[in-house]
């Protein structure tokens, strides 16, 4: 992989940010995985993608259809996503039974004489969401292993059932490695598996090292210099939060891997370069340390992991920035306290972490992504946005808001910019009520122009009015406007997540619409993807040469929502 792309930058990450989400990183182990599903689907047996969090499954599986449907007309995909709504097995039979057609009263095919390939996410759904409400939820898989036995299910004909035999119809499924064995064996045996390995720090190094040295080829950055430093110092980090901080229970979003080096990555370069023009060593190391804090340390709700993980990124910090900053390594760093901040003491004093808060921010000034030396300047800035959500309050006849800019405002302004300044990236914020969550994502969407839109899960979870108020704004997003999407979500309303799953992932907002309203965005659709194809904006640069499908024109859809639509989830925390 490195001899291949050491000297040139994917079509992908030619853009002002490093970090583009989604990105197929064409490493061996994912090309030997599209090569072993297609040419396993091709001699007609059924496949399972197995694998941790992060690995590639969905992506690899996605691409070995493309390359089976486009390259043969032998072949059809449809995928099914188990969720809530799905994995009841008569919704199951009826979407499998949708894409088939009746030969004779007791045998359905799909049509053309094609082999319909049925692509599943994550098969042990049925089995983890299982509730007093869905308690029949596992019966879709031994429908799904009748299917795969003895290619064949029951069907309603009159009063009776009737056996109903089914032909040429396999499965492409993807499932996380730590619920792989919650399946029975009588099930898992009718596939064969795919493995895909995680990320080990050797590996996200590598692939670190051409993606930036090939950037760095693009451009001029003064930071240029202290690329590898960098790169050094991300895997290190990455691999101690590994060992420190481990999923449970309590705790199901520790995972570090691969994204979360390319975030920090990408937080680290693209800093601007004058302002780095007369930087310090301290400088530098608070850079590190702030993208560190952001995608690391915003995730920890306990003081506790706070404080462990201040301590591991003051130790790693000295290990690659010692030199530069007068520590030794072999001294004895001592542990941070409430003074410090919970910062080592050696750290606090040689950054300069006394005198100027670890805060980076573009809102500031026209220079790009620069640090903040006063809180004084982002004040300025939300004081601005206060002033234009209260006139646009007074106009809307709603209540204003007495907006104070206290330092954790501030802070809290500042990280949700940083947020939504990126591409596809969402925010979750948890506090007491009234601590000013909505007042602060209010003043976020003014400085980024996104329409803010509430929506309390609370008052319409028990109707349809939920999924047809989404469904309103991924159509306006389509249509180009920006929205930020604000959910009250004080329960758990699992259902509702679900539908939001499909948002946020931003690959099966076709799970959320019914076939009449598929037909209707594609054909309101069309013109604009043509357009867009023309344009070569349709694939990355790209242009189809043939006429677009209906896939391609809904891919349009998916792509242009995804683009205007920002997700924000507030919550007290409690459920």
């Excluded at 040419?39 to 493309?66: H, P």
Aim: hydrophobic fraction near 35%.
């Amino acid at each position: 992989w490195k001899n291949d792309y050491s000297n040139s930058i994917p079509a992908t990450l030619k853009t002002d940010s490093l970090f583009q989400r989604g990105y197929i990183i064409p490493t061996l182990d994912f090309q030997r995985g599209i090569l072993c599903i297609h040419k396993l689907l091709y001699s007609g047996v059924n496949v399972m993608v197995v694998g941790d969090f992060s690995t590639g499954k969905y992506q690899i599986a996605k691409k070995a259809l493309n390359q089976l449907t486009s390259s043969s007309d032998l072949f059809v995909s449809f995928t099914l996503p188990f969720n809530r709504k799905t994995v009841d097995s008569s919704v199951f039979q009826n979407s499998v039974d949708q894409r088939l057609v009746s030969m004779s009263r007791n045998l359905r095919k799909p049509p053309g004489n094609k082999s319909l390939i049925l692509s599943i996410s994550d098969l042990s759904t049925p089995i983890n969401d299982t509730s007093n409400e869905f308690e029949d939820t596992p019966l879709v898989l031994e429908k799904l292993r009748l299917l795969l036995d003895k290619k064949m299910w029951y069907a309603q004909y009159r009063n009776a059932y009737e056996k109903i035999n089914v032909g040429n119809v396999q499965y492409c499924c993807t499932q996380e490695s730590s619920s792989y064995y919650k399946l029975k064996t009588r099930l898992t045996r009718h596939f064969n598996l795919v493995f895909t390995e995680s990320w080990n720090s050797e590996k996200i190094s590598t692939v670190l090292s051409v993606i930036t040295e090939s950037y760095m080829q693009q451009t001029n950055h003064r930071l240029k210099s202290a690329s590898k430093l960098y790169v050094n110092f991300v895997t290190d980090i990455i691999e101690r939060c590994r060992i420190l901080f481990v999923p449970s229970p309590n705790r199901p979003h520790y995972r570090f891997g691969f994204y979360e080096a390319m975030k920090i990555t990408d937080g680290i370069f693209r800093i601007s370069s004058r302002s780095l023009k007369y930087s310090s060593s301290p400088q530098k190391a608070r850079l590190a340390m702030h993208e560190c804090m952001r995608v690391f340390e915003d995730r920890m709700m306990l003081q506790n992991d706070v404080v462990k993980f201040r301590n591991i990124l003051g130790s790693t910090i000295i290990d690659h920035f010692g030199a530069d900053l007068g520590i030794n390594k072999t001294d004895n760093v001592s542990e941070g306290n409430l003074q410090t901040k919970f910062w080592p003491i050696e750290i606090y004093e040689k950054c300069e972490l006394r005198q100027k808060p670890v805060l980076f921010t573009d809102l500031v000034g026209t220079d790009g992504y620069i640090e903040i030396s006063r809180l004084g300047r982002a004040q300025e800035v939300l004081s601005e946005c206060s002033k234009k959500v209260c006139d646009e309050a007074v106009m809307n006849g709603d209540p204003v808001s007495d907006i104070i800019p206290f330092t954790f405002t501030v802070n809290h302004f500042l990280r949700c910019a940083r947020i939504l300044s990126r591409s596809r990236e969402h925010i979750i914020m948890t506090g007491n009520p009234s601590t000013g969550k909505h007042t602060v994502l209010q003043l976020v969407a003014q400085v980024y122009r996104f329409k803010y839109e509430e929506i309390d899960i609370d008052k319409l979870k028990f109707n349809q009015s939920w999924l047809s108020t989404l469904k309103s704004n991924l159509l306006k997003a389509a249509n180009g406007e920006r929205l930020l999407l604000v959910f009250r979500c004080n329960d758990k309303y699992d259902g509702v997540f679900d539908d939001l799953y499909c948002v946020v992932k931003g690959n099966n907002l076709k799970s959320l619409f019914d076939e009449k309203t598929i037909a209707s965005i594609q054909e309101k659709f069309r013109e604009a993807a043509i357009s867009a194809n023309t344009n070569g904006d349709l694939l990355d640069g790209k242009m189809l040469t043939e006429s677009l499908t209906d896939d391609d024109v809904f891919n349009y859809f998916e792509k242009m929502a995804n683009k205007n639509i920002k997700v924000a989830l507030t919550t007290n925390g409690t459920k």
